[in-house]
Nanobody, 117 residues
Framework: QVQLVESGGGLVQAGGSLRLSCAASGRTFSSSNVGWFRQAPGKERELVAGTFWSGRITYADSVKGRFTISRDNAKNTVYLQMNSLKPEDTAVYYC???????????WGQGTQVTVSS
C-alpha cells in the first residue's frame, strides 16, 4: 500500500521561505519519479517540480530560481525548498509518485502553503 506523508506547510510572509518534506512507503522509491504538485482554489493541479529516478529534475517556469527539489533515496523522502515566496504560490501542495511506467498515479493528502502580502 502506497503512502505519502507531506509536512512543512504553513503561513509565511512574502519573501519568506518554507521547506516541504514527503516521506514515501509502499513503493520502490529509488526507481520512481517523485514530484511536488500544487492546486490553488479554482485552478487545476500543476506540477511544480519533479525529480526523475534517473536524477533529472524539472521545474515549472513560475518557480525556477526560487524552488529547489531534492530527494534522499536512503530515507525515501523528497523535499521542496521554497525561497522568495510570493502570494501567488499560495496553494495546497501535494507530493506525487509515479508507477513503473513513470506516470504519476498517487498523491499524498497535501499540505497548505499560504503566503501573505
Amino acid at each position: 500500500q502506497v503512502q505519502l506523508v507531506e509536512s512543512g506547510g504553513g503561513l509565511v510572509q512574502a519573501g519568506g521561505s518554507l521547506r516541504l518534506s514527503c516521506a514515501a512507503s509502499g513503493r520502490t522509491f529509488s526507481s520512481s519519479n517523485v514530484g511536488w504538485f500544487r492546486q490553488a482554489p479554482g485552478k487545476e493541479r500543476e506540477l511544480v517540480a519533479g525529480t526523475f529516478w534517473s536524477g533529472r529534475i524539472t521545474y515549472a517556469d513560475s518557480v525556477k530560481g526560487r524552488f529547489t527539489i531534492s530527494r534522499d533515496n536512503a530515507k525515501n523522502t523528497v523535499y521542496l525548498q521554497m525561497n522568495s515566496l510570493k502570494p501567488e504560490d499560495t496553494a495546497v501542495y501535494y507530493c506525487g509518485i509515479s508507477d513503473s511506467t513513470g506516470k504519476y498515479d498517487f498523491w499524498g493528502q497535501g499540505t497548505q502553503v499560504t503566503v501573505s502580502s
